[in-house]
């Protein structure tokens, strides 16, 4: 039923895309680029330096003519070198790190961002259907795998595509058949490379779908534990966890095998290198058309050019994930919110509070109606309540007022212009909706009421909470308004939400009021409190509510009952009970519990 | 604190001690390798002298240089048998031991009580299997093989050095090293806050995105969208701050080792070079010193380490030995009535009261009933007026301050073994917990043998056969997660099958009826007449139709006895029961009467 947007494959080359959002810093990453050819080469003169003082000043012919001061001097100067070139390498490398790392900082910042003004902007459908979970995933682990694309994967397969070629190159030029049997052995490392990431991916899912296993397992039984002991299961269970725990042994011993298997069997692959080598080496030297040098300088680069390659290996299976995340993240970019807005809206210049239902007609999906052909119009300043039993479309009405959902037949308008000519944030700054649930954001009481808003002063607040009757249990708080609150960890009764949501509302002013109660147990001084607050909060406001008190319901213009969709009956409090229609039988109803209470 | 690292010590030694072999394998394997490793740049070392001498005069040929090439490919098999060996026997032995762990620690978590799972998350115990018992398993491979090979090899290098090719040198070129240790400390310590902190930006960020993803409606209602945007791009600049910070100390770290290896480069350059000039050293040992000097940076940074993972195994050892220590507060007692095997169904509560440990105000007071076996014990009352607390302590989750005070066939229900306490009552408790495995199976989770035709008898009866048999799996399908989703009405029929396919003489239905519509509901009801015949049954309801034909109707009012009596007979009172009779009439009315369409 779920079907999730984001299930689909994304269809353009997120590779392409990814790669376009370096754009505005390709000047930064050019010279990234520059400077890894820099530390490359300096990495790569290294041995030659040393190798080069060894065949010029310690031994060979060379240096056999020389007296023993001219060698150490000679040997000195190399140092010398050396130490420049070290100093070189380390402010090179430094200044090359930071300067790639901030561009993959600065793109990763962009693209969350761009991200989250996406998710913001998309309407109240997509949240109904889309998890929580998900959505954060996107914006936080997806954006941070992508992270390593830019700060580190393209770079290090430029460096080590450098590096490769390079050391190549100088391979050859100092000896071709030196070179040759080098390079005997690489596509023996590629394959072993290659063959261990594929074995090595498959054992390293085997133990992620296993550990899940396992964690689902335990987090299901450790959850059900009262329904083992009373039905006296521990034995078995534990049974069961053991083999479960025994499965996931078995991928884990498969995952050690493989990786005891492979790290040692490259460095055996590089001692064979390194034995063909000194052979071959060797017998050239013999032969005089080797210098001992440069059959140093080979020893020291076969390590060298064995590194890279595996490490692109690694390095290519991180961008394929990265292009997975990158997916999933361009999925979301292109959803497109279904509640257009109006390029050009009309601007009301001040909100009377005119509503009209203009044969409305409303399915939260397909043809589910929710709402089959409501009209009906609240003048300005009138007090309206909905009644009716759950389901029956009462919190549609409110939904649809504040344009989170669109319409899919008439339509609905305030103060005569229809609401989708009107932009959502006019709409929604005319409408103060308070909602059943309050929502309660980390953080204190007086960011709770003020919201974002650094306008609303905390004076301001103060009346709020205090017109509101809020502020009675706000100051009965340790820290009164200052108090620190979560939406998990606050211990507020329904009541003393509502009141905080009613402050809420208050502190911003709007022309219209939007009012869904809260059905839940309220004690009978809280219930006096929001009694009080509601009259308040309605004075010199249009009012629409939906109401499930009667004291709220007796006291409005007008009570319009809603059953299945429909708008059933309609008019004040007695009048409707004259009726003796489902205004009647739910007044009764609630007289009964009333009570009970 | 002393006492208890010693215990906790003890702890991983007990399970150790079952893998002694292996780790001495492993370690024997990490000796092998750590000693030819020095022995390569040795060989090529003296392969390069002789290539020399042969130079400067001798006549060198190839049989010169097959062996020491030998040497150095047997030693370079022989490195290769080696680390797949320690790898295999060491990480083998702590994934092992991970699991034993594992295992016991479930064991034990079985025996403890209802009141440690509420006071302690689910999340949170799930925490120490994956979290706790990872760090442990690394201190018992990762951290053992590190200590081993880094001291190892330091000695051995360190002594190649010395032995092979010149103090003077090795003393020397070895002081730029000892920085590495020292940065290692200094650097490890600054660089753990930043990781902490690189983590606690990112934790930030999502919980804020998680709470506005929550809060969306309000953030629309409100029209805080740009307001918002302004607060995340602060946490998202704060979130890239904090990797910056990181990054700063690596763009450090990393070249500054760099350039520490090759200071000691150079000064083997300079000074080998010079003592080679002098000829108090060979060409080869030249080369030889240069290998050694990079292959002792391994353990320079393995010292640093070693101490983290130590510090964080132990703590995760200490969390995990906690759990061990952990006793149940509800086991038989000592004096328990061993000869009873079986109850009959007899329930007396007598002046019952009760309050939850960490409670203040009675939950249950002076409550008394008296059921006899084969009768109905219905229970009603609002939500928080005591009426699981009543079945928590017949099945005894909870004890009661008087443990005299709740009886089974007249013995306290603290004097029953266990088992036949279990044995005894089939609760289907409020939640209705299923777990994600087959219906089958879900329902035969109390049988102690899989009987099929009975599992059959019981779905039937509790209304749920037909809607199992439209599955395409059948009594195979998985519920849950990876399986059908079932509604909450399914839910609790399935629950209630798995409670009577086991056929206990006492029957519990903590309102386990109240997703379930009022015609199935009445089916039920009568199926339970036949099927449960001289079974006691304790019925938990909201529902006046649910339990207007039991035996006895207790109704609790903040955890006392409002009215107690039969239907009739509480119909007669006009009091809180008669009151809820006429309002859930009222409510029925107005379902099937509000409205002439479907």
């Given amino acids: ?597 | 604190m002393k006492i208890q690292t010693k215990k906790q010590i003890k702890l991983a030694l007990h399970y150790v001690r079952g893998h002694l072999l292996q780790y001495m394998l492993g370690i024997l394997a990490l000796l092998i390798v750590d000693a030819l490793n020095t022995r390569i740049p040795r060989l090529t070392g003296s392969l390069t002298d002789t290539l020399a001498g042969g130079l400067s005069g001798g006549n060198l040929t190839m049989a010169d240089v097959w062996p020491v090439c030998m040497q150095i490919l047997f030693s370079g098999v022989m490195i290769t048998l080696g680390r797949f060996g320690w790898r295999y026997f060491i990480f083998g032995a702590a994934r092992s031991i991970e699991k034993e762990m594992r295992n016991d620690l479930f064991g034990h978590l079985e025996k403890l009580s209802m009141r440690y799972f509420h006071a302690n998350k689910t999340g949170d115990l799930m925490a120490h299997f994956t979290n706790d018992l990872q760090s442990v398993r690394q201190m018992l491979g990762m951290t053992v093989i590190t200590t081993f090979d880094a001291s190892v090899m330091l000695v051995m290098v360190v002594y190649s050095m010395l032995r092979y090719v010149n103090v003077h040198l090795t003393l020397i070129a070895i002081v730029p090293m000892i920085l590495i240790v020292f940065g290692d400390i200094f650097f490890g310590k600054v660089m753990h806050r930043r990781f902490r902190e690189r983590q606690e930006a990112f934790s930030e960020l999502t919980d804020m995105v998680q709470e506005s993803v929550s809060g969306i409606r309000v953030i629309k209602a409100y029209v805080q969208e740009h307001l918002e945007m302004a607060a995340f791009a602060r946490q998202n600049e704060n979130t890239r701050e904090k990797n910056l910070n990181v990054v700063r100390l690596f763009a450090l770290v990393m070249p500054l080792l760099d350039m520490i290896i090759g200071i000691s480069l150079v000064i083997t350059l300079i000074y080998g070079g010079y003592l080679t000039i002098q000829e108090q050293m060979t060409l080869g040992q030249f080369v030889a010193f240069n290998s050694y000097v990079t292959m002792l940076v391994w353990p320079m940074i393995a010292v640093g380490e070693c101490i983290s993972s130590l510090s964080q195994g132990m703590a995760s050892l200490g969390r995990v030995f906690r759990i061990f220590k952990e006793k149940p507060d509800i086991k038989e007692a000592e004096d328990a009535r061993r000869d009873i095997t079986a109850i009959q169904g007899g329930i007396t509560l007598d002046h019952l009261s009760f309050t939850y440990p960490e409670g203040e105000k009675p939950v249950l007071s002076d409550i008394s009933v008296e059921v006899k076996p084969g009768e109905i014990l219905a229970v009603v009352g609002r939500t928080g007026s005591g009426k699981s607390t009543l079945v928590h302590l017949l099945e005894r989750e909870y004890d009661p301050q008087d443990p005299a005070s709740i009886r089974i066939d007249g013995i306290p229900v603290s004097k029953l073994p266990l088992s036949v306490l279990h044995e005894g009552i089939a609760c289907v408790p409020q939640d209705s917990y299923l777990f994600s495995d087959t219906i089958e199976e879900n329902i035969a989770f109390g049988m102690p043998e899989k009987d099929g035709e009975a599992i059959r008898e019981a779905a039937k009866a509790a209304c749920i056969h037909d809607s199992i048999e439209a599955f395409p799996e059948g009594y195979g399908t998985l519920v849950g997660e990876r399986g059908v989703t079932l509604s909450g009405g399914q839910k609790q029929r399935v629950a209630i099958a798995r409670a009577l396919v086991r056929r206990a003489p006492v029957l519990i239905l903590d309102d386990a009826l109240s997703a379930v519509d009022t015609d199935t509901e009445e089916q039920i009801l009568q199926n339970l007449k036949e099927v449960c015949r001289g079974q006691t049954q304790v019925i938990i309801a909201h529902r006046i139709s649910t339990i207007q034909h039991a035996d006895h109707i207790l109704v609790l009012e903040g955890g006392r006895a409002a009215e107690y009596g039969t239907h009739a007979e509480l119909m007669e009172k006009h009091g809180v029961y008669r009151h809820m009779y006429d309002m859930q009439q009222l409510e029925k009315q107005l379902m099937h009467g509000g409205s002439g369409e479907a």
Avoid at chain 1, 533 to 551: F, K, N, P, W, Y
Wanted: proline share 2%; net charge neutral; aromatic share 10%.
């Fill in chain 1, 1 to 597: 039923m779920k079907k999730q947007t984001e299930d689909i494959a994304y269809e353009g080359n997120a590779f392409l895309r990814l790669i376009s959002y370096m754009k505005p810093y390709r000047g930064m990453f050019a010279l990234c680029l520059v400077l890894v050819l820099g530390g490359t080469a300096m990495e790569i003169l290294r041995p030659v330096i040393i190798g080069n003082a060894i065949d010029r000043y310690i031994t060979g012919e060379e240096a056999l003519s020389l007296t023993r001061d001219a060698r150490f001097q000679g040997i000195l100067i190399a140092g010398g070198l050396y130490v420049l070139l070290l100093l070189a390498r380390f402010l090179l490398n430094r200044f090359q790190y930071l300067l790639m790392q901030k561009t993959g900082q600065n793109i990763v910042y962009d693209l969350r961002g761009d991200l989250y003004r996406h998710v913001l902007s998309l309407t109240m459908r997509f949240f109904d259907v889309t998890p929580v979970g998900k959505i954060v995933t996107r914006i936080t682990n997806d954006v941070e795998s992508i992270n390593e694309v830019y700060s580190n994967v393209l770079v290090k397969l430029f460096q080590n595509g450098v590096k490769i070629l390079t050391l190549g190159s100088i391979m050859i030029a100092l000896d071709v058949r030196m070179a040759l049997y080098s390079f005997l052995l690489v596509p023996v490392v590629v394959v072993l490379t290659v063959v261990f990431r594929k074995l090595s991916r498959a054992a390293f899912q085997l133990t992620r779908t296993r550990v899940t296993a396992l964690n689902t397992f335990l987090s299901e039984h450790l959850s059900g534990m009262d329904l083992i002991q009373m039905f006296g299961r521990e034995e078995q269970k534990h049974k069961a966890f053991c083999q479960k725990s025994e499965e996931l042994y078995e991928a884990n011993s498969r995952e050690i095998l493989i990786n005891a298997l492979f790290r040692p069997s490259t460095y055996l692959t590089y001692v064979i290198a390194l034995v063909l080598l000194l052979l071959v080496g060797s017998s050239q030297v013999i032969r005089g058309s080797v210098t001992m040098g440069t059959l140093y300088i080979f020893i020291q680069y076969i390590e060298s050019f064995f590194n890279p390659i595996q490490e692109m290996a690694e390095q290519f299976s991180t961008l394929q994930s990265a292009l997975a995340s990158a997916e999933k993240i361009f999925t979301l970019l292109d959803t497109r919110p279904d509640i257009p807005e109006e390029n050009n809206p009309r601007i009301l210049d001040k909100v009377q509070g005119r509503i009209e239902f203009d044969h409305v007609w409303f399915a939260y999906k397909d043809e589910d109606w929710v709402l089959r052909d409501v009209s009906f119009t609240i003048e300005p300043g009138e007090r309206v309540a909905f009644v009716g039993a759950t389901g029956a479309g009462k919190s549609s009405i409110l939904n649809l007022m504040g344009r989170y959902y669109d319409v899919q037949r008439g339509s609905i308008r305030i103060d005569g212009v229809d609401i989708r000519q009107l932009s959502r944030e006019q709409i929604r700054r005319a409408i103060g909706q308070v909602q059943q649930d309050v929502f309660i954001f980390t953080g204190d009481i007086a960011g709770n009421i003020r919201l974002l808003r650094e306008d609303i002063t905390d004076e301001m607040i103060r009346k709020s909470a205090h017109d509101v009757n809020a502020d009675r249990f706000i100051e009965r708080l340790p820290n009164g308004f200052s108090q620190h609150v979560t939406e998990r960890g606050s211990t507020f009764s329904s009541g003393e939400r509502q009141l905080l949501s009613f402050a809420r509302t208050l502190a911003y002013d709007p022309r219209i009021l939007i009012l869904d109660e809260a059905t839940a147990h309220i004690d009978t001084e809280t219930e006096r409190w929001i009694q009080e607050a509601v009259e308040r909060l309605m004075q010199g406001r249009t009012c629409i509510m939906v109401a499930h008190r009667l004291s709220t319901i007796q006291h409005c213009d007008r009570i319009l009952v809603m059953h299945h969709g429909k708008i059933r009956e309609s008019g004040t409090h007695q009048e409707l009970l004259a009726l003796h229609g489902i205004y009647w039988k739910l007044y009764e109803l609630q007289l009964l519990s009333r009570g009970a209470g």
